[in-house]
């Protein structure tokens, strides 16, 4: 069995089924570009679209093809973050509402996706997120879960014999969150497709060149074209050239997936009820789903970016990795072969939070990154608070995921 090196959910979606949108040509005027056609793009391009505001989201590529393809597919009522160590680091009352923000963003996704009618596969799935069986990972990861009770988030703590009963696995316990699995490719075509329905204009395979702010509004400019508009939003995944300055607040890496072939019967008696997506308390952390056809993704192995001239043989010896690594988690998987690896390439910030809204030194420009491990109801969370601030209505506590935080 060979293993194809595309991510799963791009796969699944075969070419002739896949929208296609015209290239940027010419000169426009508008009321806000949006550079990035992701998840969080797309998100972007239908809540400001659907408020009325005559919108153009430009994608370098094709949408959606990016990182939203790679990604694991869940909707998490929390970051993937520590609480205790962001509560420590700005302060109780800030930690508690970015995680509550976060949770309200996890419900009022799927509400929409569902008013929408996007056909994503979207399902409730919680996540457990457990330690290691030694004494010093259960501690940490139990000190984690009680300054979370403690603020009043609504989290609860599985003891080691119910993560067995739960997940067939040992362990030292686990924080169990409430959320919702998707196919996180397909939920982007369905938001893309509604924002155009609302009058969005999308534009794939039009990277932008240039950006360049003035006094009263900003040109955006592209191979074959230029957009005049009163501000920019940048909803990808990487800094652009024109701006390198926020490179120091973001770390690239690159992270790796495999979908397994499907699970012999013997084997899906091994593993338990299969119903709770999984998080290692680890650092850098692997993520596992049950997925259709009775499959298996697992992530993770993170590493910084290797040179491009290399990726072809580091995705390869990664995919060994994983597989070994899931084996060690599951004995029972042992043997079985990878039928899709992939990597993409996510960025982490300074204390591991999002950046959503403005920065002090670009003026026009609205942010949404740093999107990272924080699971796809990051998108839906960066398009309504930036769409409340491009209102001038931003709501109390929209300012904590700023570039302020940190400046």
Request: contains cysteine.
């Amino acid at each position: 069995m060979s293993t194809r090196h595309v991510p799963y959910w791009l796969d699944r979606v075969t070419k002739t089924r896949r929208p296609a949108f015209p290239r940027l040509r010419g000169a426009f005027d508008t009321s806000v570009v949006i550079v990035g056609g992701g998840l969080t793009g797309c998100a972007c391009a239908w809540s400001f679209a659907a408020a009325g505001v005559k919108v153009i989201l430009l994608e370098a590529e094709a949408i959606g093809s990016g990182a939203t393809a790679g990604a694991l597919g869940l909707v998490r009522e929390d970051f993937d973050a520590s609480f205790q160590e962001t509560a420590s680091a700005h302060g109780l009352r800030a930690a508690r509402s970015l995680w509550q923000s976060m949770r309200r963003a996890s419900l009022d996704f799927p509400a929409a996706l569902r008013r929408l009618a996007v056909k994503c596969d979207l399902a409730p799935e919680d996540l457990l997120t457990f330690a290691r069986r030694d004494p010093q990972s259960s501690r940490l990861l139990q000190r984690e879960y009680q300054s979370r009770r403690d603020a009043g988030l609504d989290h609860s703590w599985l003891k080691p014999a119910a993560v067995t009963r739960e997940a067939a696995i040992e362990s030292g316990g686990a924080i169990r969150t409430r959320g919702f699995s998707l196919d996180p490719y397909r939920a982007c075509l369905g938001l893309a497709s509604a924002a155009a329905s609302r009058g969005a204009a999308i534009h794939e395979r039009s990277e932008v060149r240039r950006i360049r702010a003035g006094r009263k509004q900003v040109e955006i400019t592209t191979a074959a074209g230029s957009i005049r508009a009163e501000a920019v939003l940048i909803a990808t995944a990487a800094p652009m050239p024109d701006l390198q300055a926020l490179r120091r607040h973001l770390k690239g890496l690159d992270s790796y997936a495999v979908v397994t072939e499907s699970l012999p019967a013997a084997v899906r008696r091994e593993v338990g009820r299969r119903a709770n997506a999984l998080r290692d308390a680890e650092t850098p952390p692997h993520f596992l789903r049950w997925i259709k056809e009775d499959r298996v993704l697992f992530s993770g192995a993170d590493q910084p970016p290797p040179p491009e001239r290399a990726r072809e043989k580091v995705l390869i010896q990664r995919t060994g990795q994983l597989m070994y690594e899931l084996s060690v988690l599951y004995p029972a998987i042992s043997g079985l072969q990878p039928e899709w690896a992939w990597d993409f390439t996510h960025y982490e910030t300074v204390d591991r939070l999002p950046f959503v809204g403005l920065h002090r030194n670009f003026p026009r420009h609205l942010f949404a990154m740093g999107a990272s491990r924080h699971g796809a109801g990051f998108a839906w969370l960066a398009a309504r608070i930036l769409l409340r601030q491009y209102q001038g209505e931003a709501a109390k506590g929209d300012d904590l995921f700023g570039f302020s935080r940190v400046l």
